[in-house]
Nanobody, 120 residues
Framework: QDQIVESGGGLVQPGGSLRLSCVAS????????MAWYRQAPGNEREVVAI???????TYADSVQGRFRISRDNNQNTVYLQMNSLKPEDTAVYYC??????????????WGQGTQVTVSE
């Protein structure tokens, strides 16, 4: 059964840091490239960071140098360390498997996400 649980969001001031965690069921996590996504109000969901099973990482230009994705293959867990947060990082953050060519937009299952708010 597919299951994703994200946690770690919250309210933080600009320049602050948060660490998000995501535990996924083996059906989603095993051998798969995983990613963090985010969706701000009025915007489409977008890819933030990607990590392959072999831990090759890719970042959106908007977070390059500030965010760091990692995974623990023994714990079916993906992390997102977010530093130097900006108000424009405010969004609900989700994790899920990743497939290129925008195939990830066709996924039928998503977790509840975790809210990140960057504000004074």
């Amino acid at each position: 059964q597919d299951q994703i649980v994200e946690s770690g969001g919250g309210l933080v001031q600009p320049g602050g840091s948060l660490r998000l965690s995501c535990v996924a069921s083996p059906s989603i996590f095993n051998q798969n490239t995983m990613a963090w996504y985010r969706q701000a109000p009025g915007n489409e969901r977008e890819v933030v960071a990607i990590v392959t099973h072999g831990r090759t990482k890719t970042y959106a230009d908007s977070v390059q140098g500030r965010f760091r994705i990692s995974r623990d293959n023994n714990q079916n867990t993906v992390y997102l360390q977010m530093n130097s947060l900006k108000p424009e990082d405010t969004a609900v953050y989700y994790c899920n498997a990743y497939m290129g060519s925008n195939l990830w937009t066709k996924f039928g299952y998503w977790g509840q996400g975790t809210q990140v708010t960057v504000s004074e």
